[in-house]
């Protein structure tokens, strides 16, 4: 860049990303409750005190590393812009990052400068035209499509979750194969103790204890089998 540009790239263009990511970002907060509030609202779905809980505790001990994680490797791939608009649209690792990747490569530009935040904030905003536009012709032809398919595919669509979760589990028993061979029983040995109703005199039912205490089983095998490991990284 001259100087002229890098200095309405400085004093223009960041500036002004910045300040319009800050007003969608904080606009974005209560418009992520609407589909809660329409399900609550239209369909009368209130989720009991323990059902809440349960799902939070699963969601944060799923989440809470990436929530760290993610910015910090990210950051340098996508820069200022490309943070703002995924992290507003999603699917960070899935789409995102690839395509910011693949524009950098294919404009022969190093991440991190002043063209290579342009270049990646130019793709990603690309990759989310594309994204949103074929989810949203998907979610209005759906019950069209559904509606041609044969009985059979309708009726296989129902193990589309189990497969999902299925190959999400799998992935991760492979990701550490020995940590699994321990956690995968002890997860086992707690499904039973919960529907036996051995949690039942905890708060609120306690149909939460069963993961909060599969998170904690697997914090203490991982560091007890990667032992090794881990004082090396000292």
């Given at each position: 860049?001259?100087?002229?540009?890098?200095?309405?790239?400085?004093?223009?263009?960041?500036?002004?990303?910045?300040?319009?990511?800050?007003?969608?970002?904080?606009?974005?907060?209560?418009?992520?409750?609407i589909?809660?509030?329409v399900?609550?609202?239209?369909?009368?779905?209130?989720?009991?005190?323990?059902?809440?809980?349960?799902?939070?505790?699963?969601?944060?001990?799923?989440?809470?590393?990436?929530?760290?994680?993610?910015?910090v490797?990210?950051?340098?791939?996508?820069?200022?812009?490309?943070?703002?608009?995924?992290?507003?649209?999603?699917?960070?690792?899935?789409?995102r990052?690839?395509?910011?990747?693949?524009?950098?490569?294919?404009?022969?530009?190093?991440?991190?400068?002043?063209?290579?935040?342009?270049?990646?904030?130019i793709?990603?905003?690309?990759?989310?035209?594309?994204?949103?536009?074929?989810?949203t012709?998907?979610?209005?032809?759906?019950n069209?499509i559904?509606?041609?398919?044969?009985?059979?595919?309708?009726?296989?669509?129902?193990?589309?979750?189990?497969?999902?979760?299925?190959?999400?589990?799998?992935?991760?028993?492979?990701?550490?194969?020995?940590?699994?061979?321990?956690?995968?029983p002890?997860?086992f040995?707690?499904?039973?103790?919960s529907?036996?109703?051995?949690?039942?005199?905890?708060?609120?039912?306690?149909?939460?204890?069963?993961?909060?205490?599969?998170?904690?089983?697997?914090?203490?095998?991982?560091?007890?089998?990667?032992?090794d490991?881990?004082?090396?990284?000292?």
């Amino acid at each position: 860049m001259n100087n002229e540009q890098l200095n309405v790239y400085k004093n223009e263009y960041i500036p002004y990303i910045v300040r319009v990511g800050k007003i969608t970002s904080w606009l974005s907060l209560p418009l992520i409750f609407i589909p809660a509030l329409v399900v609550v609202v239209v369909y009368g779905a209130r989720p009991d005190t323990s059902g809440v809980i349960t799902g939070l505790i699963g969601l944060v001990s799923a989440m809470l590393a990436w929530y760290i994680v993610d910015p910090v490797t990210l950051y340098p791939i996508l820069h200022i812009p490309g943070m703002y608009m995924t992290y507003l649209c999603g699917n960070s690792k899935e789409i995102r990052a690839p395509a910011a990747t693949a524009a950098l490569s294919a404009a022969g530009v190093e991440a991190g400068t002043e063209h290579g935040t342009v270049v990646a904030g130019i793709s990603i905003a690309v990759s989310i035209f594309i994204s949103v536009g074929t989810m949203t012709l998907v979610a209005i032809l759906g019950n069209l499509i559904l509606a041609i398919l044969p009985e059979t595919v309708q009726h296989a669509l129902n193990y589309l979750l189990p497969s999902l979760f299925g190959t999400m589990c799998m992935q991760r028993i492979l990701l550490d194969p020995k940590s699994s061979l321990i956690i995968l029983p002890c997860a086992f040995v707690l499904k039973l103790m919960s529907r036996a109703g051995f949690f039942k005199f905890l708060p609120f039912g306690g149909g939460y204890a069963q993961i909060l205490l599969c998170v904690i089983v697997g914090v203490i095998v991982a560091r007890i089998v990667h032992k090794d490991k881990l004082q090396a990284g000292k």
